[in-house]
Every structure is written in C-alpha cells, then in structure tokens.
C-alpha cells in the first residue's frame, strides 16, 4: 500500500532532506514555503538541539515546515493572516497527518484559541515571533535580536502563558555570546563566492544576517525564486554546521578553563595530614 506523504515526510528524520521535501511539494501544490520559512526552521533546529526540551523534535520540525502552508503573501488581508494556520490544518488533514499533528499547526498562532495547547504548538510559537522580527520586509527594517527578545517577551507574547519563553529567551542570550567566524559565500548581488569574513558576530545575529543577504536579492520570476529558496536551504545547513561547531569549541574553552590550576591554599590540617602521612612511610 502507497504511504501517504505525512508518513513519507515525517518518516525522513534527516531535516535538510524534509527542507528538499518541502521544496518539491510547494511546487507540486502551490503552497507557502519560502526562505522565512527555513530560516525559523533553523532556529527551532538549534533551540531544540541545545535545550533538550521534553518535545517530540520530529513532530516540531515537521510541523514549522508545514504550519505556514496556507499563508498568504498578502500581509494586509487580516482575515486571511487569522485563518490560515486553521486552513492549513484543516488541509494537513487531507495529506494523512493525525489530529495532534494539525492542532500543533493549528497552534503556531492564537487565532483559534484552543485549549490545552500541544507542547510543540509553544516552540513554533517562539520562533516564528522571534524569528520573524529578525528579517527584513517591504515595510520595515529587520530588529536586532536585542530590541526583538525585548519585544517577543514584554509586546509579543505578554499576555500569553507559553511555557518556554523563557528558555527560549536565555538560549538566544546563550547563543549570542558565542561569536562565529563564519565565513559567507553568498554575494547578495549573483550568488558568487566572495569570502567575506565577519569575526566575532553572534550565532542568532549570524543566521539572520545571511538570511537577511538572501531576502534582499529581487526573486521577480518563478524560476528565481525557485533558487532563493534552495539557496536558504543550502544556506541553513551551513549555518547549523557553524553553529554546531562554534558551541563545541566554547564548552571545549569553558572546560579547559576548570581544568587551570588554581593556587594551591593549604590549611594547618593538611599539613598535620601530610607530616602523619610522612610518619607512617618512615615507620615503614
């Protein structure tokens, strides 16, 4: 029997490869995935592999690929901004996903307002704020990810009680301290390698910064943005990659750090401990 494609998709633990999915079913079914999209797909990646969080991460991933499906790219169609997350839903039903499934995507937004929310429905929550607010739009600037935790906890979700905004807050604090040497190859003007070096920028900082180089480039026509958006893809992997490793060496750094010798302090009873020590060896 031919599996359905939420079986096929959540089958494919590799997240890149659903990213790859995800690009061949937007141009299959016409449906909303597009650089943002990766980019926030990036940020719940690192959020979940740093925390640990007691969430299914599969189910998370998958369901901040798909939880925009019906978005539109109108953003002054209010009526449409407050019911695609429950038509998305609705049409993830069609594609085979379970009813927990369509609720935690139902549940990237409040519009629904159902209760008790799945624990999944609070990282997607986190990172399509937060990480909406790093990237640039027609209408304003992108926010530094200072001014945007500043706005995520006290404009964005100050009514609401999501359980790990606070985690989520100290994680971008946590990843921002650790600078990346991380070495860009995309020119915002044609794609080519430019070997620009950006030293001692923060990780966050970093993502947004590349994704942001992305935006910027005019995707006029189908076939451009067809490669902006496997460009972001390529571009996340990398990303992630860098993140991983720079997180390595810093815990490498702080554990070595532990490991210097401090200056030896001895008290009266160490050095009786010693001479006893010394008596029974001339004893001997």
Excluded: H
Excluded at 79 to 104: H, M
Excluded at 233 to 244: D, F, G, P, Q, V
Aim: glycine fraction near 2%.
């Amino acid at each position: 029997m031919e599996s359905s494609f939420a079986e096929y998709i959540l089958a494919e633990r590799d997240w890149v490869k659903k990213m790859e999915i995800m690009y061949y079913l937007k141009k299959k079914a016409s449906l909303f995935f597009d650089p943002s999209v990766v980019f926030k797909t990036l940020l719940l990646k690192l959020f979940l592999e740093v925390t640990d969080l007691e969430v299914e991460q599969n189910l998370a991933l998958t369901a901040n690929l798909l939880c925009n499906c019906k978005k539109t790219e109108n953003p002054s169609d209010l009526s449409k901004v407050q019911s695609y997350a429950k038509d998305g839903a609705e049409y993830l039903s069609l594609l085979g996903f379970q009813d927990k499934f369509c609720r935690i995507c139902e549940e990237v937004n409040r519009y629904s307002g159902l209760k008790p929310r799945e624990l999944e429905a609070d990282t997607l929550e986190l990172v399509d704020q937060f990480g909406g607010m790093l990237l640039v739009r027609p209408e304003r600037a992108a926010f530094k990810v200072e001014d945007a935790v500043v706005l995520l906890e006290y404009r964005n979700l100050k009514d609401c009680d999501n359980l790990y905004l606070i985690t989520f807050i100290n994680f971008i604090e946590q990843m921002e301290k650790i600078t990346t040497n991380y070495r860009s190859t995309l020119n915002a003007e044609n794609n080519n390698a430019v070997g620009v070096s950006r030293i001692g920028r923060g990780i966050i900082s970093e993502f947004a910064e590349e994704f942001n180089k992305i935006s910027r480039q005019n995707a006029l026509t189908m076939y451009d943005k067809e490669k902006q958006l496997s460009i972001s893809i390529k571009t996340a992997s990398r990303l992630y990659e860098m993140a991983k490793l720079a997180i390595e060496e810093t815990e490498t750094k702080e554990i070595q750090e532990e490991k210097k010798e401090k200056p030896v302090i001895p008290t009266a009873a160490d050095i009786e401990a010693m001479k006893r020590m010394d008596e029974r060896e001339f004893l001997k």
